[in-house]
Every structure is written in structure tokens, then in C-alpha cells.
């Protein structure tokens, strides 16, 4: 694991979307995770920013969500399909029908969780999912206790994740309590993995999950497995890491970030 301290948000944000747009320009028929979530906003500003400007191109490029809310149909304001037409789609050169999210809406639970599955693995894997944290440690939505090794399923989300989405619901008890989410297993098998973590009340959970034991407590610190992932922070979000002098280090000397300073 890499981890980037940036001074500002914005920088964070900047860093995150650049590392993406690199990626797809290196390898247009890339196949890009994606994550929904305030964090991920001002990130989809910026990819769609640089593809106006011929920055990057997604024609040829292929995204899978991490999670969908079930019960939300696409046109629900508050589903991730909606987040992620709004967001993101409506304004970059992308083929809809190359943009993937659980079906919020599906009969069958098992079955879709298994589709979603096949689908991932039957375009050959996904090149770098980019993931955000949640205030109780998840990714996706794989609350405390989530199998490491899960795959894509439904889960019921804990009171914490409850908390922290419900203010986007009118009434807020609308929100439903269960979503479809890959499983740690499924990111895991991600080529790349890039974290952004942005904002004061997130550094506690950051320390615990970059630094803590791995533990299905804390879903996010699963990443310590993975031998490809980059985790990006503000000053804000990193205030709780211990090695930062160690991380500033490495992004200021090792010449893979030189481009990046
Ligand atoms: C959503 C997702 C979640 C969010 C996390 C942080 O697709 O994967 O794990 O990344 O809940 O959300 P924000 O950015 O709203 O704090």
C-alpha cells in the first residue's frame, strides 16, 4: 500500500482523477470501478473536465459500480444509477450501455449478485476501482463483519451507514436499509486499487484502516492485502496517521510520483 498526503481537497481530488485519466489513456479499453458518495463528487468533476478538454477519452471504456441501493429504481433520485448519471456520465463521452450497477430493482437477490459477478469477470476484470470509506470503516457496502472473501451480494447497512446516508433521503427514513455490494473479494481481485479519504471526520476511521490490524471490523483495512493500491488523503483526513513523515517521503523522492509532485 502507497499513501499520499495532499495539503488541500482539492489537491487530493486533483491527484485521484489524474492517476484515473492515466490509466484510461494508457489502456483505452480499460475497465474502471466506481464508487458513488460525496467524496467521489468533486472527482467526477474533474474526470468530466478533462474529457471536455481531450484530456481523456471513454469511449472505449467500460465501468462497474460498487453498490446499489435495493429497492431504488434508476430513476429514484437517490439510486447510484441516478448518482451516477448525474455525476458523471451525462457529461463524458461514455457508451451507457458500457456502464454497469447492480439492479437495485432485481426479483432475485442470489441471482443478481451472481450476473453481476459473471459480467465483471466475462469482460476480464476490473483494471482500478476507485473506492471511498465509509464512517464505519466499509467499502461498498460491507459493513463490520462482512466476509473478507465475500463476493457480490445484498447486505443490510448498519446504523452508522444509516446516519451517514439518510440526510440525502426526504423523509430520511425512506432510505432503505439494505443495498447490493460487491464484496471485499470481488475488490480485492482489482488490478489497481485507489482510495481517496477527504474531510476531518473521516481520520479517525483512515488511521484504523491504513494502520490497524486487518480486521472484518473495519472492511476498509482489507486493502493492506492488496498488492497494488494507493490511498490518497488531505491534511485533514491523514491528522490521525502515525508514518506520515514515512508516506511524505515517498511521494517527495520514489521516481514513479515524480510527474505527480
Ligand atoms: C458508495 C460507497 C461507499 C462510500 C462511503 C463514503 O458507492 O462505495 O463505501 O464510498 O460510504 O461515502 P462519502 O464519500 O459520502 O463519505
Redesign the pocket.
Known amino acids: 500500500m502507497e499513501v499520499i498526503i495532499r495539503p488541500t481537497t482539492q489537491e487530493a481530488v486533483h491527484l485521484t482523477a489524474r492517476l484515473i485519466a492515466d490509466a484510461i489513456n494508457a489502456k483505452p479499453e480499460f475497465k474502471l470501478g ?7 463528487e468533486a472527482v467526477y468533476a474533474d474526470l468530466a473536465a478533462m474529457n471536455q478538454r481531450n484530456e481523456v477519452d471513454f469511449s472505449l471504456v467500460k465501468t462497474f ?3 446499489e441501493y435495493i429497492g431504488l429504481p434508476p430513476e429514484d433520485k437517490n439510486s ?1 444509477r441516478y448518482y451516477m448519471n448525474y455525476h458523471l456520465f451525462r457529461h463524458i463521452n461514455i457508451d451507457i450501455r458500457n456502464t454497469n450497477l447492480p439492479d437495485g430493482m432485481a426479483k432475485d437477490e442470489v441471482a443478481e449478485g451472481e450476473r453481476y459477478e459473471a459480467a465483471i469477470r466475462d469482460c476480464g476484470g476490473i483494471d482500478l476501482q476507485l ?5 464505519d470503516g ?4 460491507n459493513e463490520p463483519i462482512s466476509s473478507l472473501a465475500g463476493r457480490t451480494r445484498s447486505k443490510a447497512l448498519t446504523p452508522a ?1 444509516y446516519a ?2 439518510s440526510i440525502y433521503f426526504n423523509p430520511p427514513e425512506s432510505m432503505p436499509r439494505r443495498a447490493f ?1 460487491m464484496g471485499v473479494g470481488t475488490i480485492l481481485d482489482a488490478r489497481r486499487i485507489i482510495m481517496l479519504i477527504t ?1 476531518a471526520r ?1 481520520a479517525g476511521i483512515a488511521a484504523k484502516a491504513l494502520e490497524g490490524p486487518v480486521t472484518s471490523m473495519v472492511t476498509g483495512s482489507a486493502l493492506q492485502l492488496h498488492p497494488r493500491t494507493v490511498v490518497i488523503l488531505d491534511e485533514a483526513a491523514a491528522a490521525e496517521l502515525t508514518q506520515k513523515e514515512y508516506y511524505n517521503w515517498v511521494f517527495a523522492n520514489e521516481p514513479e510520483w515524480a510527474q505527480y509532485r
Open positions: 466506481l464508487a458513488t458518495g460525496a467524496t467521489m459500480n460498487l453498490d447510484y473506492l471511498g470509506i465509509g464512517s466499509h467499502i461498498g457496502f451507514t451517514q446516508n455490494t474531510g473521516k
